[in-house]
């Protein structure tokens, strides 16, 4: 059956309104995991807050330039999170065999994984990254580092760092379909670059930066067009970029993903 | 045989075979080394970005930094990266927890039981095996000869004290739905006050003062200072009190949560 993108959008609305019902069911145990949630990547701020009040510097990069990074890479893990967690948690569906009820969901099986919940409690988690970031940003602006009109691109920014992450995060899934048990590769598939990518990029071992612009595209979602805007280096192509790989990556992870769903062996329970 | 001998030979079991169920993942969890290795290895390029060169900071220089945070990735496989706590929530909210309140042993004594077992496996398979990846990679200098008599203590406590947070977030679970927020905060928290990513002497001192009256530093800090001789009996002795007040508070939750308790269905 051909699906229209309206028909995706429809079932994103109504799956949205229900994850909060769901979650409204325990209205104590939604505020506080939200708060704690929001805390918890606040802290690692305030760390990063800490570090650079001493050193005022992490390779030329100071307090407001790290807080856009920052803020790019939290909006764009928010998004993930928001949308797509059900990829992080794909091995569930192997050991469990539940995948076969999304196979045979009228749906592409991708979209029937991820329809599978939309946790809220990431929302907060998504506005205190713009909040770091975009402060992070005016504060860039008034002192001239940058350009107003490049507050638009870095407000539409995370939305590359999610397809990146999505795509990290599918490719990753998709190895599930000949390993089963993956849980593990998450850690330096996916929370090592994230961590990674909140840091000028340029501090890192070659063999580091090599991986973060290429296997784990993590650079484009902020480092590589933020270094230039700021006019640290790079070139116009550092604006552009972010699109395509997120695209080429996208399209990788969702190749691998066909292909592996070929050699899915259902556990039969 | 005694009473307390029987006790001891179960909970003797219980650890044995907590760490043996853990045995059978370890290819995935050398995997995850490896994920944790390059956690470590961001952290020592983050300090060796912002302290490099011979110059020292409070007392820290690169080299000590980056002693720091390897002892710190070491570390927090037998203190603080566990989800039995978690676990132990989700048993009460389904309801399993039933077979485990009615088991002829201490129901605390059974939980430490299994934690202690998967701790010891983490520090075999975790700890002592990201040590061999850092020594091999950024090298990992022996510890401070003065302090050698007082590492293996302070370490135990630094263990017990992490597992008694752990199994305190377990224990939330008898009063909340969920118990992940906690293990989410403490998580943060170690990360933050105990020291785990930043030394407490780098820290505002009003932070380091809040960070001091908590009993995140025995996760992270206070073992680190053991190791590389800027700590001593001090550390110890903080060590030791947090490791007994965090046990006779989890006494008396366990006996809260066991008049708590209320199993539904079968």
């Known amino acids: 059956m051909k699906r229209r993108p309206a028909d995706y959008w429809r079932l994103f609305g109504f799956l949205l309104r229900s994850g909060l019902r769901e979650r409204m069911q325990y209205k104590a145990n939604f505020l506080i995991t939200t708060i704690f949630r929001v805390l918890s990547v606040l802290i690692d701020f305030v760390l990063l807050a800490v570090i650079l009040a001493r050193f005022r510097v992490i390779d030329g990069w100071d307090l407001a330039e790290v807080a856009v990074l920052y803020g790019l890479v939290s909006v764009s893990r928010g998004l993930f999170d928001l949308l797509a967690r059900e990829l992080e948690q794909f091995e569930k569906y192997l050991v469990s065999g539940d995948y076969d009820g999304i196979l045979v969901r009228p749906w592409p099986t991708v979209f029937g994984l991820l329809a599978r919940k939309v946790d809220v409690t990431r929302l907060g988690m998504l506005l205190q990254g713009f909040a770091i970031g975009g402060s992070g940003a005016v504060l860039l602006v008034r002192r001239g580092s940058l350009a107003w ?121 | 045989m005694s009473k307390s001998a029987r006790m001891f030979r179960f909970y003797h079991t219980a650890a044995r075979m907590s760490a043996r169920a853990n045995l059978q993942y370890r290819g995935q969890h050398m995997i995850n080394n490896i994920g944790s290795a390059v956690f470590g290895f961001i952290f020592i390029a983050i300090w060796r970005s912002v302290a490099s060169g011979p110059v020292t900071h409070n007392g820290y220089d690169s080299a000590t930094l980056t002693q720091y945070i390897v002892l710190c990735q070491c570390l927090m496989w037998i203190t603080l990266f566990d989800q039995s706590g978690i676990q132990l929530a989700r048993r009460v909210r389904d309801g399993s927890i039933g077979a485990d309140l009615l088991r002829p042993v201490g129901f605390m004594g059974l939980q430490l039981a299994g934690m202690y077992g998967k701790r010891l496996y983490n520090l075999v398979f975790r700890s002592l095996t990201l040590a061999g990846i850092f020594w091999l990679t950024v090298g990992l200098l022996p510890p401070a000869p003065a302090n050698l008599w007082l590492l293996v203590p302070g370490w135990l406590l630094a263990m017990h004290t992490g597992i008694i947070i752990t199994y305190l977030i377990g224990l939330v679970g008898f009063w909340t739905v969920e118990a992940n927020w906690m293990y989410l905060a403490t998580q943060s928290l170690t990360f933050m006050l105990g020291g785990a990513s930043i030394p407490l002497d780098f820290m505002p001192a009003a932070l380091k003062a809040v960070a001091l009256a908590s009993p995140f530093p025995c996760l992270a800090y206070y073992p680190a200072t053991l190791y590389l001789g800027t700590g001593g009996v001090p550390e110890v002795i903080k060590l030791a009190l947090w490791a007994v007040g965090l046990t006779v508070l989890a006494t008396l939750l366990t006996w809260r949560a066991r008049r708590r308790a209320e199993v539904v269905g079968g």
Not at chain 1, 155 to 161: D, E, H, N, Q, T
Not at chain 1, 195 to 212: E, K, N
Not at chain 1, 214 to 227: E, R
Not at chain 1, 232 to 254: D, E, R, T
Request: proline share 7%; aromatic share 14%; charged share 5%.
């Open chain 1, 149 to 269: 009109p490049a507050l638009a691109y870095l407000a539409v920014l995370p939305l590359c760092g999610a397809a990146i992450l999505v795509a990290v995060a599918m490719g990753t899934a998709a190895l599930g379909f000949w390993l089963v048990r993956i849980d593990e590769f998450y850690v330096f598939t996916m929370y090592a670059p994230m961590t990674a990518a909140v840091y000028p990029i340029s501090i890192y071992p070659g063999w580091l930066r090599g991986l973060l612009h290429t296997v784990v595209p993590m650079a484009f979602a902020g480092y590589v067009p933020v270094n230039y805007l700021l006019g640290k280096g790079g070139n116009g192509w550092s604006l552009l970029a972010p699109l395509p790989v997120a695209v080429l990556a996208l399209w990788l992870a969702h190749r691998l993903w066909l292909w592996g769903e070929r050699h899915y062996h259902s556990t039969g329970t």
